[in-house]
């Protein structure tokens, strides 16, 4: 489906089966049966990349079924054009234009009481950014952060993916970011720590669109049960997951964002 299908609130649409038949034999084939390896479908804008020296997997269509995938369309939020607007309740980000449109992304966002508020500012984008755990998650949960005090570097086992947008209030970083994500279950729920993932796939498309500085706006409860009513509090609350050390490094394409990310303050 391309991403140029048009949405708005109030309207969204959304197996190939084959049979093959076996020639008579006179004599049995001994042969063993050739292993089933089941086809994998593609959205347009959600195949594999070759990004540099990187590999990224494709999004199974499994994971962008109905809205829960990139859609460009008619505005109807309340931020001037330039202006990225993020609804964590349901779980969707505007990229707003000066004609009136947006591209729109699905997002996972933090867990109840994680998730960043009101306005921020990205000042730093990066490219295959490395991680490390801020002082606040060393001592508010040493277990799960500890083995990751050195830093996690940039590549496919980085819990900030292929893409981060720094979010900054004034001068201050706020440890909250933009990112990409290997955790593909959490687009479209709430499981973070805080942070707003999307799609690897979607955060490079966003990234070649933003300007440094681009305003950031987080919609309050009330602005997202006011402007899009249907989507309000869509998806679900997910469980935290915990990755070892081992398990984050001893795969090319783990579920990388298991290693959470909230704010220092």
Not at 37 to 61: C, R, S, T
Not at 194 to 208: S, T
Not at 217 to 225: D, F, G, T, V
Not at 249 to 257: K, V, Y
Request: glycine share 10%.
């Amino acid at each position: 489906m391309p991403d140029s299908m048009l949405f708005n609130r109030r309207t969204f649409s959304a197996m190939l089966l084959a049979s093959t038949a076996a020639c008579a034999r006179s004599v049995p084939d001994s042969s063993p049966p050739e292993e089933f390896v089941p086809q994998i479908n593609f959205l347009d804008g959600y195949g594999p990349i070759q990004d540099g020296e990187y590999h990224l997997p494709g999004i199974p269509d499994t994971y962008t079924q109905g809205i829960n995938r990139r859609m460009t369309g008619e505005y109807l939020g309340e931020q001037s054009s330039g202006t990225i607007d993020v609804d964590p309740y349901a779980k969707f980000l505007y990229n707003v234009k000066s004609d009136g449109t947006a591209v729109r992304y699905p997002v996972g966002v933090g867990r109840q009481g994680r998730s960043i508020n009101g306005g921020a500012t990205i000042k730093l984008k990066r490219e295959w950014p490395g991680w490390t755990p801020t002082q606040n998650m060393l001592r508010t949960e040493p277990e799960v952060y500890e083995p990751f005090r050195s830093g996690v570097p940039g590549g496919l086992s980085s819990p900030l993916g292929s893409r981060a947008l720094y979010l900054y209030r004034g001068s201050r970083d706020t440890y909250y970011r933009i990112h990409g994500t290997n955790d593909l279950e959490s687009i479209g729920n709430s499981g973070s720590a805080g942070c707003i993932r999307m799609f690897n796939q979607d955060i490079i498309h966003l990234f070649e669109q933003v300007d440094i500085p681009t305003k950031v706006h987080i919609r309050s409860r009330e602005e997202s049960m006011r402007v899009d009513p249907e989507n309000y509090e869509r998806g679900v609350e997910l469980p935290p997951k915990i990755v070892s050390r081992e398990e984050l490094f001893g795969t090319s394409t783990p579920n990388a964002d298991d290693v959470e990310l909230f704010t220092d303050s």
